[in-house]
């Protein structure tokens, strides 16, 4: 094994490890916290449940159970989509932002403000091996929308050229299912 993939396993080891950690302060299981911030960086296209299936990699019946956990302990509420039938979309109640205000991510970010190394870099292969593994597994990449092949930036603001919706300026920052890479090679 590479020093890289030891380094990788080890992060990914610790990382779950504050997730445990940070989902058991509120009685929760890891799955429910991983939900609630994947639901903070969705976009409308991506707030539903399949999505969120097809994110973590786990069972429609899962994400249904977590789901109907999060909204009964009023951290999530529901909002029925006015022009997809059944479609349901969710987000974060101002309980469940507050649980996320201290949550996991906060301590690597604040590891990574401390770090004097090339942030940038250090994205762009990250980035790099992510996708090429997702590939490598068949998932969705789940990219930005600002930097998808299906992006438009018009005189009018910015429109998905994929289902000719306009997207407000805070959905073209967030991630979505249907993403695709802008060019071959792309990270
Ligand atoms: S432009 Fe791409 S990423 Fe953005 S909403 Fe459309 S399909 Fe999704």
Not at 54 to 63: A, D, H, L, Q, S
Not at 99 to 108: A, N, Q, Y
Not at 170 to 179: A, D, G, L, M
Request: glycine letters at 6%.
């Amino acid at each position: 094994m590479s020093q890289t993939s030891l380094l990788l396993e080890r992060l990914g080891a610790l990382i779950q490890q504050s997730v445990r950690e940070n989902a058991a302060q509120h009685g929760l299981l890891p799955i429910h916290i991983q939900v609630l911030h994947y639901l903070t960086r969705a976009n409308r296209y991506s707030d539903i449940p399949i999505a969120i299936a097809e994110y973590f990699g786990i069972t429609r019946g899962t994400v249904s159970q977590t789901l109907a956990l999060l909204e009964q302990k009023g951290l999530l509420s529901k909002e029925r989509d006015p022009h997809h039938g059944k479609r349901v979309h969710f987000q974060l109640t101002p309980a469940g932002e507050m649980i996320l205000r201290e949550s996991w991510p906060k301590r690597i970010e604040q590891a990574l403000s401390e770090m004097p190394a090339d942030i940038a870099g250090l994205d762009d292969a990250l980035r790099r091996l992510l996708l090429t593994l997702q590939r490598l597994n068949g998932q969705r990449p789940f990219g930005v929308c600002q930097q998808c092949m299906h992006f438009l930036n018009e005189d009018n603001g910015a429109r998905c050229g994929l289902t000719q919706e306009a997207l407000a300026a805070e959905q073209t920052v967030r991630i979505c299912r249907e993403w695709a890479a802008p060019e071959p090679g792309f990270v």
